[in-house]
Every structure is written in structure tokens, then in C-alpha cells.
């Protein structure tokens, strides 16, 4: 019988960075961000970051750019420069 890895409530400051910053837009407890998007608070306790199927849901109510959320999947653009001869 396999073990269940047990996890705790986590604060914040221990969250993965776009996590974090959709908590805190949120209104700073994974139980507002679960309130916004009308899901379990137990759910978003088990992320390590914000699942692919959640990122436009997260954007949606915290206003949280996907980029941000998700970098390793949205690249953000860079600037072309120019530079002048």
C-alpha cells in the first residue's frame, strides 16, 4: 500500500512565485483565491503551481498576467531594441 504524501497548509512566503502572486492579489489566503474562483480551498493547498487547466481562471479574477503565472509555459515578449547606427 503506497503512502500518501501528506501536505501541509502552506504560508505565502512557500508558494511557487506565480502561485504567490495570485494568492496575494487575491487578498492574500489561498481561501480568498479559492473563494474567487468558487473551488474547494483544499484544492488550491495541493498545487505546487497554478495547473494549465486553471491559468485563465486565475487570470480571469486576480487580473495576473498568464506570464507571470506561468512562465515556464508563456513566454513573455521581449522588446525588439533598436539601436541606432
Known sequence: MAKK???RWRHPEHLNPGL???????G??????ARLLDIAPQSI???????L??????????KVKR???RPDIYRQK???TRRSA
Open 45 to 51: 493547498a495541493q498545487w505546487d503551481e497554478v495547473p
Open 67 to 69: 506570464e507571470k503565472l
Open 78 to 80: 521581449k522588446r525588439a
Open 20 to 26: 504567490r502572486l495570485a494568492v496575494e492579489a487575491a
Open 28 to 33: 492574500g489566503t489561498m481561501t480568498d483565491l
Open 53 to 62: 487547466g486553471r491559468i485563465l481562471d486565475v487570470e480571469r479574477v486576480t
Open 5 to 7: 504524501r501528506l501536505r
